[in-house]
């Protein structure tokens, strides 16, 4: 989603042929326009005009807080849904990416199972001043939430401090070391 956004990234270490359903985040990307190539192990994802989409996350809701980074720089209004399998995870990550993305500066709303962003591209919130808005942010302890929240930290004007960015140690002990080098 970085690589999608900001500029250029190579993920490696990923099967294409995964049965696992974070997998879906690559057809995600280019339905919404990213430029992405891959490799035997790796997929290189890099900015490319992006546009809303639609998506169902149901069989894949860790994806949702990242899918929803990538749905607030993609111009017009994309919907996800998928919402109800949220409300079980670390936190009620539904309201948690609604209230990050709110306090961002980004319009969304949920209605039922869906969950609606209006986006806007990189371009145009540099060009028109409506980067997104920094501050301080809580994780809600969940790992997912720390990594979609660097990942936007990317597009604020402001910095982004996150109060517990070592819960991703559930899932990628070496995420937060590995993003600080893009």
Known sequence: VAGAIFG???????????????ISIVAILVDA??????????????????????????????????????????PGESHILGVQRLQHKETDRARAIASMLEKMGVPVTIDEDEMVIEGMGLTERILSGRLLKGGNFTSHGDHRMVMALRVASLGASSPVIIDDINCVGKSFPTFNELFDKL
């Open 33 to 74: 326009g990213a430029s992405i190539s891959s490799m035997e192990d790796s997929f290189h994802v890099q900015r490319a005009p992006l546009s809303a989409f639609e998506t169902a996350l149901n069989n894949c809701p860790d994806l949702f807080p990242m899918v929803a980074v990538l749905a607030a720089f993609c």
């Open 8 to 22: 250029d990234v190579e993920v490696k270490g990923l099967d294409i042929q995964s049965l696992k359903a974070d």
